[in-house]
């Protein structure tokens, strides 16, 4: 049984083509207005699931508690991707700037 066009579609009917949906990739952080630096201090804000030691052989963890919000330490190295290496009371992790931020330290 062969079928033709006009059976299957009505002539009412328009077929327009389908539209791409556009898709935005941006590629830079979303605190790139904040100026950090080697030896800048800074203050964890959020705790990371997962931390790696900064140590010439890196260690990956879990953070069961080692790291936590309201830590402070220093800037000691920046990497590739938005993470730094940042020292620490317990010691030095590499953790992406999205767990901290800059501690602002106000002279009186």
Same mark, same amino acid.
Do not use: H
């Given at each position: 049984?062969?079928? #033709?066009?006009?059976?299957?579609?009505?002539?009412?009917?328009?077929?327009?083509?389908?539209?791409?949906?556009?898709?935005?990739?941006?590629?830079? #952080?979303?605190?790139?207005?904040?100026?950090? =630096?080697?030896? #800048?201090?800074?203050?964890?804000?959020?705790?990371?699931?997962?931390?790696?030691?900064?140590?010439?052989?890196?260690?990956?963890?879990?953070?069961?508690?080692?790291?936590?919000?309201? =830590?402070?330490?220093?800037?000691?190295?920046?990497?590739?991707? =938005?993470?730094?290496?940042?020292?620490?009371?317990?010691?030095?992790?590499?953790? =992406?700037?999205?767990?901290?931020?800059?501690?602002?330290?106000?002279?009186?």
């Amino acid at each position: 049984m062969a079928f #033709s066009l006009t059976q299957l579609v009505p002539l009412s009917t328009t077929i327009l083509p389908r539209r791409r949906a556009a898709t935005i990739i941006r590629c830079e #952080s979303s605190g790139s207005s904040i100026k950090l =630096d080697v030896g #800048s201090p800074v203050i964890v804000v959020e705790s990371p699931r997962m931390i790696k030691t900064a140590a010439s052989v890196p260690c990956l963890l879990v953070n069961s508690g080692l790291v936590n919000p309201g =830590d402070v330490g220093r800037i000691v190295s920046r990497k590739p991707k =938005d993470v730094w290496g940042v020292r620490l009371a317990i010691g030095t992790y590499l953790i =992406d700037a999205k767990y901290f931020k800059p501690l602002v330290l106000e002279d009186n």
